[in-house]
């Protein structure tokens, strides 16, 4: 059965913090993707990453293929990264995590 | 700049009602997606469509059906609205397997 898992589910941390949440999946991906929805609904897609890491701005996302694992990394947090934050397997039948809600407290 | 627009943000409808929810995207991308969002259940793929013409179930077809005629819209009919469709609805398309998914901003539906 093809499922992804994350954690934490509720993440609040201090403004200047540095944040991990984290994705394990159970099948072969063909992509992982982060995604980060706020408040209202609208969803940003993050990083889309098959191996390795990838790095835009304060945000590093990095993948284990082997161990089906993905971690997102948000360093020096700001309150504006307050959002949900949300994995999901690319293949075909897309499974998603259920979301971790960060909140970051100035 | 990529956009996926839906044609609604809010909708109201009543039960038994013809639903239609319209995506529109810009991109010229393959593959469109329709997803429900619900509290605690998450993204659930509805259906989706690898070309024109071309509709594949999802995890949750029942109650749905889609249509895309034209390359650049995806359209999700719920034949016969229920309350338990009440949900937020998102659309997506990515160019390819490889390639990242843009979403529309969501119609949030309610039933009544």
């Known amino acids: 059965k093809n499922e992804v898992e994350q954690s934490p589910q509720n993440l609040t941390a201090q403004e200047g913090e540095f944040i991990t949440i984290n994705c394990s999946y159970s099948v072969g991906i063909s992509a992982l993707h982060w995604l980060q929805q706020h408040p209202g609904g609208g969803i940003v897609s993050l990083f889309m990453?098959?191996?390795g890491k990838k790095k835009h701005g304060r945000l590093i996302a990095t993948i284990n293929i082997q161990e089906k694992h993905s971690s997102l990394h948000i360093t020096a947090s700001h309150p504006r990264d307050s959002a949900v934050y949300i994995c999901?397997?690319?293949?075909?039948?897309?499974?998603f995590g259920a979301g971790t809600r960060l909140t970051v407290k100035p | 700049d990529v956009k996926v627009t839906q044609s609604s943000r809010y909708l109201v409808k009543r039960t038994g009602e013809k639903v239609f929810l319209e995506c529109v995207q810009d991109?010229?991308?393959?593959?469109m997606f329709w997803y429900r969002q619900d509290p605690g259940l998450g993204l659930r793929l509805i259906y989706f469509s690898y070309d024109v013409k071309m509709k594949e179930k999802g995890d949750i077809p029942e109650g749905y059906s889609v249509s895309r005629e034209k390359k650049e819209r995806f359209s999700l009919i719920l034949e016969s609205a229920s309350t338990n469709q009440t949900s937020m609805y998102l659309c997506a398309s990515r160019s390819g397997i490889w390639q990242p998914q843009h979403f529309g901003d969501g119609t949030r539906l309610s039933i009544l």
């Open positions: 990453l098959s191996s």
């Open positions: 999901f397997n690319n293949n075909n039948d897309m499974r």
């Open positions: 991109m010229d991308h393959e593959n």
